[in-house]
Every structure is written in C-alpha cells, then in structure tokens.
C-alpha cells in the first residue's frame, strides 16, 4: 500500500508476514530537506521535554540580617553556577539543578572582608577566603538543607538537618510535585536552650550558634561512628534530644531516620526559607 503526499513523493509499503510487518520508506529527493528539518525538530523538542529536567531551588531570607548562603553538590559532580552569594533580609533569588542532582544548602551569618580582602563569617564558614564556596562544606555548627531531586519525575528526596548543629531556623518546602510534599522545618531558636558546652559565642559573648555533641567531644557514641556504627548501638542522646525537641522534624543525629526524611515526586521545585 502506498500513500502519497504529492505524487512520487512519499511511499510507504507495507509487507505482512505471519504475526510481523515490515515497513519500508521511498522518499522523493524533493523531500529529503524537509523530511531531515522534521527530524531534527522533533529531536530537539524531545531533548528539552524529556532530557533536560532541572529544579528551581528558590533562597529567601526571612531573617533581619543579610545572610550569605552556600551550596555543595556531592559526588563530585559540578557544583552548581554559584557556590555562594550574598541575600539581604527580605530578599530572595533562585538557582537551578539538573536532574539528577544531590547535595546540601546552608546559611553564613557574620559575615566580613578584612584588609587583605580575605571573606570569613563567624557562623557555618566555608573557609575559601571569598563568597563562594568553591566546593567546600559548611564548617560546623550549621544547619543544613539536604536535597537529592531524580529523574524523570522520580521520589526526590529532602530534609532539614541539625547533625552538623545549628546556626539559623530553616525550612524546605516544594512547589508542584506530587505525593507527601509536606514541608520540612526548624523553626525554633535552638541556641536560646544550647547547653553551655555546646555554645558558639561571638566576641560579645552571645551564642551565634550551637554545636553537636559530635563536633563538641568528638566521642564514637556521638558520632555514631566505631562501635555505634549502626541505629542499634547509637540511639538519641540527652545531647541530640535538645536539638529533637526544638524541631522534631529536623535530623537530630545520624540515624534520625523515623521523622525526618521526606519525599517528593514529579519533579516539584523547591522553597528554602531561611528563619520561617
């Protein structure tokens, strides 16, 4: 059977045999620019429908001072276009990851440039010497943001994590998406109940932030390392109870697994706030 778009143009013939067919296709050369233009169109709509899925991570800074946010990819995949970046209060600004993408936010406050042009923050300081980060994590205390987007739509995972301490109320909420979507949160000044040997102080002798028992003693029952590898032989502490109690939805030691974990899927985006 043959179907003509214009004669001797386009002639598709169909061949039965058995439970099979075969097709075979006889183009004019008139065709041949058109056809190739079709192909090609349609391969490009297909790459930026299907291949190019990314997630709006959009910053906002709640809180009454200028805050400098930092970002890390893990895995050793490209960082994102910026690794660090100045947000006033009130302001916000939004980054873009590809999927499949993972790693975690954070926020420096007290942040300064000395004489030598040297930038340093007194809270969850990166230590590259400037704005961006540059692949360097947060130096503890720090609260941190935890995003790990799939893809093709897939269960993404995220949470606000107190492991590394606390320096700033944080939460992480989605737009879009479907299934559980709820929003992970910690809202509570945990350094108004830090404990005095897990207390960050500034130069005026306010707590700016408060440490893990982990980074304080640096003890295997802390870090949940050695012996206490495993949930079973590393449960909460009166230390890690502190932070669980001030936001419960927030990870408050290694393997506070139960609440803090929550899921997202159909490639939402994503609404950090820092002090919600």
Known sequence: MCIYTTP????ILYTFRSSNYFAYLSIHPSMMKTLSLM???LALASFFLFGAQSARITFTNNCPNTIWPGTLTADQKPQLSTTGFELASKASTSLDA???WKGRFWARTRCTTDASGRFS???ADCASGQVTCN???AVPPASLVEINIVENGGQDFYDVSLVDGFNLPVSVSTEGGSGECKTSSC???VNAVCPAELQLKAADGSVIACKSACTAFNQPQYCCTGAFDKPETCPPTNYSMIFENQCPQAYSYAYDDVNST???SGAPNYVITFCP
């Open 121 to 123: 923050c007194a809270t």
């Open 8 to 11: 001797a143009q386009l002639c």
């Open 98 to 100: 590809q999927a499949p």
């Open 262 to 264: 929550f899921t997202c």
């Open 39 to 41: 192909i090609s169109g």
């Open 187 to 189: 809202q509570a000044n």
């Open 135 to 137: 692949g360097n994590g």
